[in-house]
């Protein structure tokens, strides 16, 4: 009798305790490399990142923010270019961390800066005009894209470092 009692007791109570918990926003599961393949627009990006030897380091525990080119913004980069990256993989590590920043650097905190110091070395310059965004020359077209270990932002335009 007591055993049912107590059943009774937590079958009534147990509902009342699921609907106090606060709910909570499940974090990524899924790291930059996974959430850039699921995307679809930056097989590009992905290749080259590959070739460079970057995967690895983009799907890591450490928390970054890549400025990541589409699909679309590769093919506005002159042929020529893209060869040239092709056959000189420091060059090629070189521009593709000039799209990444080391920390999780949200929107909010990104229309604050006025550059960005990337894992290239030098940093992107950050402008704000009207309701968009630029990093050097590239239009930021999407923010916020979550991952397990970062943040992604879509730009328009693949960044190319100084020489």
Do not use: C
């Not at 000189?88 to 949200?106: C, E, F, N, S, T």
């Amino acid at each position: 009798m007591k055993r049912i009692a107590l059943l009774l007791t937590l079958a009534v109570a147990l509902p009342a305790v699921a609907v106090a918990a606060p709910a909570r926003t499940a974090a990524p599961q899924a790291n930059i490399v996974e959430t850039a393949a699921g995307a679809g627009q930056f097989t590009t990006l992905l290749a080259l990142a590959k070739q460079a030897g970057l995967v690895t380091a983009l799907s890591g525990p450490g928390k970054l923010t890549v400025f990541a080119p589409t699909d679309a913004a590769f093919r506005k980069v002159p042929k020529a270019t893209l060869a040239k990256l092709g056959k000189d993989k420091a060059l090629l590590k070189r521009v593709l961390l000039y799209h990444v920043v080391m920390g999780q650097v949200p929107a909010a905190k990104v229309v604050t800066l006025r550059s960005a110091k990337t894992l290239a070395g030098p940093s992107v310059r950050i402008r704000v005009s009207g309701k968009n965004v630029f990093v050097d020359k590239a239009k930021v077209s999407k923010v916020d894209i979550k991952t397990s270990n970062g943040i992604i932002h879509v730009i328009d335009s693949v960044l190319i470092p100084a020489s």
